[in-house]
């Protein structure tokens, strides 16, 4: 009777320790289970199942190619006087030792009277994203003795300009050729100091007719972080009909 009570306990000690190791596996088996449920949901979605999402920082508008044209066109001797470039200057605070950028330069014009006006002491960017237009303004520089001049070749959403570097910036009839504004703004923003102002030139029209309303640029401007601080109209021209002028929030 003894040794049947022995093997008894024996038995059940051994069922015992089998479920405790049975559970034990079940548990580590949960366990992995858990650790590989990440990899599977970070799995890409079949084709099928692809959600294409819109950008929020896009544009429900047409925008136009950039000229690639001969720069001649930005040269007409009056332009000066039509655009009251020293009142622009004025009014975007650009004085000597002043860093500027000219995004959308073209042939520098607006380029070569910014560093002139910042001198010795002061910078002037000229960002384009043709580097033959780049190339063109650096020889204009050395013609002109101007070494405060540095070519920047940005992209469409992008001037690739230094952060916190410049104190005014002006978009001169560049903005309706930009294929992402909203991207564009927000990086220049990241370029500006402190109380810098962004400067927008350019004609009412429907972008295909290379002009732009203002209260679309104002709209954009504001979803890229900037609020409006002067509107003229002063810049009024055959090919431009509106000077704004901008400050980040």
């Not at 009142?87 to 000219?102: C, F, Q, T």
């Not at 960017?125 to 101007?146: D, H, S, T």
Request: charged share 25%; with cysteine; aromatic share 6%.
């Amino acid at each position: 009777m003894c040794s049947s009570f022995v093997d008894l306990v024996m038995r059940i000690s051994v069922c015992i320790v089998l479920a405790l190791a049975l559970a034990g596996c079940g548990s580590a088996f949960q366990q992995v289970k858990r650790s590989a449920a990440p990899t599977q949901s970070t799995a890409s979605p079949s084709k099928g199942e692809q959600v294409q999402q819109p950008a929020p920082d896009g544009v429900d508008r047409p925008t136009v190619k950039p000229y690639t044209g001969d720069l001649s066109i930005f040269e007409d001797p009056n332009r000066e006087q039509k655009l009251h470039v020293n009142r622009v200057m004025d009014i975007l605070s650009i004085k000597e030792g002043s860093n500027v950028a000219d995004i959308g330069a073209g042939s520098g014009w607006f380029t070569v009277r910014a560093a002139r006006r910042v001198g010795a002491s002061g910078l002037v960017y000229a960002v384009e994203i043709n580097p033959e237009y780049l190339e063109y303004i650096e020889k204009r520089a050395k013609r002109e003795n101007l070494p405060n001049i540095r070519v920047a070749l940005g992209t469409e959403d992008d001037p690739r300009l230094p952060d916190k570097s410049v104190d005014a910036v002006l978009l001169l009839k560049t903005y309706h050729e930009v294929a992402q504004p909203i991207r564009l703004l927000k990086r220049t923003r990241k370029s500006m100091r402190p109380g810098a102002l962004l400067g927008i030139i350019d004609r009412n029209g429907k972008v295909d007719d290379h002009g732009i309303d203002a209260d679309v640029v104002i709209k954009e401007a504001e979803r890229a972080g900037f609020a409006i601080v002067g509107q003229y109209d002063f810049v009024k021209s055959d090919d431009v009909d509106y000077f704004l002028v901008f400050r980040a929030k």
